[in-house]
């Protein structure tokens, strides 16, 4: 309780501009007691000679305060150095070099425990209590510490930066909007931190997503080599047995044959180990970016947060979702040997036949980039044909279900729960997995669309639509011109007049392209994203303005 009692009286006699025990101790017309030397170059520092403010309350007076000396306090501060006792803070209460000090403390100055955007000033825990105490203040944005307030200051008009501008992609003060900005599309600062805030949430949902898949490769990975060791273990024991029988004759080659088994085995094994060490990789970096992004986005300060948002790294490439084929590596081992036994007589009077392996691989699909020439595209073409399950009734398939041509007169197909009742549209029979190339011909107004199988069907609203919904996604062409749709989202694409569009998917990779195809490939769109579901190809054809000859193929490639 004693101890309680003369903290109370070191902070009672302390200057709350040097923070030690009050020297020649005088009183402000507020009622608020400084150390003589501390308070005169307060007011001497005051920018405008005619206003002068109390450090403590902020109380204004037009002239310069008469200060007073205060006896009592002098006598009381003397009586308190005489029992040894100090009011300086402990040392680590003091800023060093890596710390934001206080820009009110004189001397040496303590810590900083908040920075102010609106007085671009960094205040101690003491310093602070007019920020909390105040009703004006109180309206002041407190963030952590920094010593990048001035970064918030326009170098040319010396204002705060409260608006940024989207035009110039920078922030800027009010004069500079009435200036070299004038015209420009410009919002606030906060409004701009709100929408970046997204597309960083954003990216860290697809981390996230990613950490998620590549830690379901590993672990299909692990199953993997697990089970290639069994099915290499088995594929030894099966051999020994049938060698057993025949052991004078063929001691040697049942050697031969367990060392390619082990061969085998460390091979694969080691194939597998080392993608599933690229995986892991791949997820530290990821956790490190995800951590960098939350980090960002817990930044308060709206203009540090725009400061540092453009030089974040972008993502790099995913590595693909793996495919691991049913395991047959050694089984045929046994079945050779075993026919090697049967056949041994004849064998060993004529000629030995090698025993060979005939495993094949673990088949685990590497990421691969996407074809630079038609002819790379064409790889992965594959006949698709239109589903007459799902066509609307305004459209007639022909050419073995590969042409959908709009007709004016409704066609007699039968009901169908997978139709489409309204819009002029089609899905293929085949799902997509894997990488597809297809080429649509077209004629008149044509979607080049590919959705999931659970899109809506019936009715007009926007879900049965393709490109008005988050399960399908489309590229329009009429007139020669081009428009990307995708979740009510339209988006202008540029590109040279053909009659041809060419497609291709990566579904691991969530790539989505769409070319103009003529003597050249041209990339019109490209979409990188997550597919949940398999895709199927889809086709919107329809008449407008009057022209009613509008179809789509989609063509047989060589």
């Known amino acids: 309780m004693a101890q309680k009692g003369v903290q109370l009286d070191r902070e009672t006699f302390c200057c709350s501009i040097c923070l030690d025990l009050l020297k020649d101790p005088v009183t402000t017309p507020c009622g608020h007691n400084y150390c003589m030397d501390?308070?005169?170059?307060?007011?001497?520092?005051?920018?405008?000679?005619?206003?002068?403010?109390?450090?403590?309350?902020?109380?204004?007076?037009?002239?310069?305060?008469?200060?007073?000396?205060?006896?009592?306090?002098?006598?009381?501060?003397?009586?308190?150095?005489?029992?040894?006792?100090?009011?300086?803070?402990?040392?680590?209460?003091?800023?060093?070099?890596?710390?934001?000090?206080?820009?009110?403390?004189?001397?040496?100055k303590l810590k900083?425990?908040?920075?102010?955007?609106?007085?671009?000033?960094?205040?101690?825990?003491?310093?602070?209590?007019?920020?909390?105490?105040?009703?004006?203040f109180k309206k002041h944005k407190l963030v952590e510490p920094s010593k990048k307030l001035q970064e918030n200051v326009c170098s040319r008009h010396d204002e705060v930066m409260k608006i940024f501008c989207r035009t110039d992609q920078q922030l800027i003060c009010s004069l500079c909007l009435m200036d070299e900005h004038k015209g420009h599309d410009t919002v606030s600062a906060a409004a701009e931190r709100a929408e970046r805030q997204r597309e960083l949430e954003g990216s860290r949902q697809t981390i996230?997503?990613?950490?998620?898949?590549r830690e379901k490769d590993v672990k299909l990975l692990q199953q993997q080599a697990e089970a290639i060791n069994l099915s290499a273990d088995k594929a030894v024991e099966d051999s020994e047995k049938i060698f057993t029988e025949l052991i004078h004759l063929m001691e040697k080659r049942?050697?031969?044959?367990?060392?390619?088994?082990?061969?085998?085995?460390?091979?694969?094994?080691?194939?597998?180990?080392?993608?599933?060490?690229?995986?892991?990789?791949?997820?530290?970096?990821?956790?490190?970016?995800?951590?960098?992004l939350k980090k960002l986005s817990h930044t308060e300060d709206h203009n540090q947060f725009l400061h540092n948002y453009p030089s974040l790294s972008p993502l790099s490439q995913s590595t693909s979702s793996i495919h691991i084929c049913p395991l047959s590596c050694f089984e045929d081992v046994t079945a050779a040997v075993s026919?090697?036994?049967?056949?041994?007589q004849d064998v060993l009077r004529e000629k030995w036949t090698n025993v060979s392996l005939t495993g094949t691989e673990v088949d685990v699909l590497l990421p691969q980039p996407e074809p630079k020439t038609r002819a790379g595209f064409l790889?992965?073409?594959?006949?698709?044909?239109?589903?007459?399950?799902?066509?609307?009734?305004?459209?007639l398939l022909s050419e073995g279900n590969r042409t959908a041509t709009f007709m004016g007169e409704q066609q007699s197909y039968s009901s169908h729960p997978d139709r489409f009742t309204d819009w002029e549209q089609v899905l293929s029979r085949e799902s997509l997995t894997g990488r597809w190339y297809w080429e649509v011909e077209m004629r008149g107004g044509v979607y080049v669309a590919v959705a999931y199988r659970n899109i809506s069907r019936a009715g007009e609203s926007d879900e049965c639509r393709f490109g008005l919904n988050d399960k399908s996604w489309a590229l329009e062409c009429i007139n020669n011109s081009y428009t990307f749709w995708y979740n009510k989202v339209q988006t202008p694409v540029s590109g040279p007049e053909s009659s041809r569009v060419g497609v291709y998917l990566d579904h691991s990779a969530g790539i989505l392209s769409f070319y103009s195809v003529s003597e050249t490939m041209t990339l019109l769109r490209r979409v990188q994203t997550t597919f949940t579901q398999p895709l199927y190809a889809g086709l919107r054809v329809y008449g407008f303005h009057g022209f009613y000859e509008a179809s789509a193929e989609l063509c047989k490639l060589k």
């Open 38 to 108: 501390c308070i005169k170059s307060h007011f001497d520092g005051e920018d405008c000679k005619y206003i002068y403010s109390c450090p403590q309350c902020r109380k204004m007076f037009t002239r310069r305060p008469v200060l007073l000396k205060n006896t009592i306090l002098e006598d009381l501060v003397e009586m308190l150095k005489k029992t040894g006792l100090q009011a300086a803070p402990a040392d680590h209460c003091y800023a060093g070099a890596e710390d934001v000090a206080c820009d009110v403390c004189t001397g040496r």
């Open 112 to 136: 900083a425990h908040k920075s102010c955007l609106q007085c671009l000033a960094s205040f101690c825990e003491k310093h602070l209590q007019p920020h909390y105490e105040s009703e004006t």
């Open 208 to 213: 996230q997503q990613r950490i998620q898949d």
């Open 254 to 292: 049942s050697s031969d044959v367990k060392q390619q088994v082990r061969s085998q085995q460390k091979s694969e094994v080691s194939r597998v180990r080392e993608l599933q060490e690229k995986l892991e990789q791949e997820i530290t970096e990821l956790k490190r970016k995800d951590a960098e």
């Open 339 to 344: 026919e090697v036994r049967d056949k041994l």
């Open 379 to 395: 790889k992965y073409s594959r006949e698709i044909t239109l589903d007459p399950n799902t066509v609307n009734t305004h459209l």
